[in-house]
C-alpha cells in the first residue's frame, strides 16, 4: 500500500496541477519540494481516476494521507542570526524528506509545530532589504521531542529589476525575464493579501511565464522563495478582456472530425480547445480534447476535435491552463443524428474468420449478449469486438450484436445474428480420470487458443487457469482429464491478446 500511496501522490500531483521539483539547483542550494501540501490535507478522488483499471476502493487508500494521518509530536523550531541571537519575523518551511517524493508540509512563522516521524529539512527566511536565510536537517523519532535552531547565515542573491508589462489580455502568458536568484516560484494574485490564484515554476533558463486569469481586474505577479512562501518581488498587471477568436462549425454530424480555429495573443496561450456536453447531475462532460494540427501561422492555431456519437447540443470551450472554469471563449455546437449499423453478417460460420466494419466515431466496438428462447438478451458473452480480422469470439447459437462507445457503453445500433459450426471433431462423453482424453478440431487452432476442461457450468475465469492448455496450429490434441471424478465441460477457448478470451464451445463430459 506504500507505493499504492507514493503513485496515487504522484497521479493527483499531476492530475491538480501540482508541481513536484527536486532539491534546489546548485546556484544557492535552497531545498524545494514543490507545491506546498500540508498535512490536513485529504487527496480527494478525482473523477478521471475512477476509470482507472484499480478498483475504487484500492485508489481511495491509497490516496489518502497516511503522512498526515500518523501520530506527531511537537517540534520547537528557533532561527538565529549570523551572531547566534535570535530573530523575529522569520518564516519557516517544513519539508518531509521522502526519498522518493519529498513533501513541502509547513509553511508558517517560527514557533512550534506537530510532524510525524520521520526526516525533515526546515528552512527559514528573514524578509528584509537583503534576504537572510537558512536551513537545517532533523529528524523526528520515538525518542526526547527535537527542539531544532536555524541560523541565518545565508543571503539571497540579489533580484535586478525587470519590467513587465502593466497590462494584458485575460488569458495571455506574460514574461518575467528575472535575473539573480533562480530557485524560488512565480504566482498570480488578485490582491497583496489574498491566496494564490496559481503557481509557476520557473523555466528551463529560470524566468517566469505566468498565464492571466480570464476575468479582468488587478492582480499581482509576484516571485517568492519556494518553501516557505515568502515574496521576493512582485509586479502589478492589469487584466483586460481576453484577446481570442474562436471559430467553430454551426454543425457537424455524430462522430465526424471537424476542425476549429483560435486566434488572438490569448487564444495562442491557452491550452487546447474542449468538447463539452451536460450531464445528468447538470455538470459538465468532457467528450474530447483538442489535436493540434498543422498549419494556421504565426496568427492562430488549428484543433481536430470529433464530435460525440449522439445527437444533441455542445459547446467547444476554450480556457487558461487547465482550469475549464477560467473560460476565455465558448461556442455552441449543434450534432446532427448518425444512422448506425452492426457491420456483421447476419450468419456467421465458426469455422472462418470475420472483419466487423465499424463506421462511426473512433472508440466504438461490438458486444455479443446471448439470447434466451423468447429472444431477450440475457448475458453479455464477448465484448471489445473491434475492425480486426478474427474468429467470431462466441458459440454456435443466437445473439444479439450491440455497436457501443466504449468509454460509456452507451448502445448505438442494435442486430440478431446467428452463429453455427463447431470447434470440436467428435467428442467421447467419459474419459478415466488421470487419464487423457483425444480430441480433434473441426479448424486448425491459432496461435493463442486453448482446450481443457472446466467444472460444469463454471464461466471461463477471467485471468485464465492452469486447466487450459495450448493447441496453437494443432488439428488433434490430447487433453488431460482431471484428477477427481465428476461432471466437466471440455472447453474451446479463443484466445484474444488485449482483452478477455471467448469459450467457443462447450462439450459436456464425465470424468470417472
Not at 522563495?225 to 498587471?237: D, H, M, S, Y
Not at 455542445?314 to 461556442?331: F, G, H, I, T
Not at 473512433?362 to 478474427?390: C, F, H, Q
Request: hydrophobic letters at 40%; glycine letters at 10%; charged letters at 25%.
Amino acid at each position: 500500500m506504500r507505493i499504492l500511496s507514493r503513485l496515487a501522490v504522484g497521479l493527483v500531483a499531476a492530475l491538480t496541477s501540482v508541481s513536484i521539483r527536486t532539491a534546489g539547483a546548485a546556484e544557492t542550494g535552497f531545498p524545494c519540494a514543490g507545491s506546498f501540501l500540508p498535512l490536513e490535507r485529504r487527496h480527494d478522488l478525482p473523477v478521471l481516476l475512477t476509470g482507472l483499471f484499480l478498483p475504487l476502493a484500492v485508489l481511495d487508500a491509497a490516496l489518502r494521507d497516511h503522512l498526515g494521518e500518523k501520530p506527531r509530536k511537537p517540534v520547537t523550531v528557533r532561527v538565529v542570526g549570523a551572531d547566534g541571537k535570535p530573530v523575529r519575523g522569520a518564516r519557516i518551511g517544513v519539508l518531509y524528506q521522502d526519498k522518493d517524493l519529498p513533501r513541502f508540509v509547513v509553511d508558517d512563522e517560527a514557533g512550534t509545530v506537530a510532524l510525524p516521524e520521520g526526516p525533515y529539512v526546515v528552512n527559514a527566511v528573514l524578509p528584509g532589504k537583503a534576504i537572510a536565510w537558512g536551513t537545517a536537517r532533523f529528524r523526528v523519532g520515538p525518542g526526547a521531542t527535537p527542539a531544532v535552531t536555524v541560523k541565518l547565515d545565508r543571503t539571497l542573491p540579489a533580484i535586478a529589476p525587470v519590467a513587465v508589462e502593466a497590462a494584458a489580455p485575460g488569458g495571455a502568458v506574460v514574461s518575467v525575464p528575472l535575473t539573480g536568484f533562480s530557485e524560488g516560484i512565480y504566482g498570480l494574485k488578485a490582491d497583496p493579501g489574498s491566496a494564490l490564484i496559481r503557481e509557476v515554476w520557473p523555466n528551463e533558463i529560470g524566468q517566469g511565464e505566468v498565464a492571466l486569469p480570464s476575468e479582468p481586474g488587478a492582480y499581482r505577479i509576484v516571485y517568492m522563495t519556494c518553501a516557505p512562501r515568502v515574496t521576493l518581488a512582485e509586479w502589478p498587471i492589469r487584466v483586460g478582456k481576453p484577446d481570442i477568436a474562436l471559430d467553430v462549425p454551426g454543425s457537424v454530424t455524430a462522430g465526424d472530425s471537424f476542425e476549429v480555429t483560435v486566434r488572438g495573443r490569448s487564444g495562442l496561450a491557452a491550452r487546447s480547445p474542449e468538447l463539452l456536453g451536460r450531464k445528468a447531475d447538470d455538470g459538465a462532460r468532457v467528450y474530447d480534447r483538442g489535436e493540434a494540427v498543422v498549419g494556421g501561422g504565426e496568427t492562430a492555431r488549428r484543433y481536430r476535435l470529433t464530435a460525440p456519437p449522439l445527437a444533441g447540443r455542445y459547446r467547444v470551450v476554450v480556457s487558461v491552463e487547465a482550469n475549464e472554469k477560467d473560460v476565455l471563449a465558448e461556442r455552441e455546437l449543434s450534432v446532427a443524428a448518425r444512422t448506425y449499423v452492426v457491420g456483421l453478417p447476419d450468419a456467421i460460420s465458426l469455422g472462418e474468420r470475420i472483419k466487423p466494419e465499424l463506421a462511426g466515431p473512433s472508440g466504438i466496438s461490438i458486444e455479443l449478449w446471448a439470447l434466451d428462447k423468447s429472444g431477450r438478451p440475457t448475458r453479455m458473452v464477448a465484448e471489445a469486438i473491434k475492425g480486426n480480422t478474427e474468429r467470431f469470439p462466441a458459440p454456435e447459437g443466437r445473439y444479439e450484436a450491440r455497436l457501443v462507445t466504449f468509454s460509456d457503453g452507451i448502445v448505438l445500433a442494435r442486430k440478431t445474428v446467428t452463429v453455427t459450426g463447431r470447434a470440436f471433431g467428435d467428442v467421447a462423453g467419459e474419459v478415466a480420470r488421470g487419464g487423457t482424453l483425444p480430441v480433434t478440431f473441426a479448424m486448425k487452432a491459432l496461435f493463442f487458443d486453448k482446450v481443457g476442461f472446466l467444472p460444469a457450468g463454471v464461466p471461463l475465469p477471467r485471468f485464465g487457469t492452469d486447466a487450459l492448455h495450448d493447441v496453437r496450429n494443432r488439428t488433434e490434441f490430447e487433453v488431460p482429464a482431471p484428477s477427481k471424478p465428476g461432471r466437466y465441460d471440455l472447453v474451446y477457448v479463443y484466445g484474444r491478446p488485449g482483452t478477455a478470451d471467448a469459450v467457443i464451445e462447450r462439450v459436456p463430459v464425465t470424468v470417472k
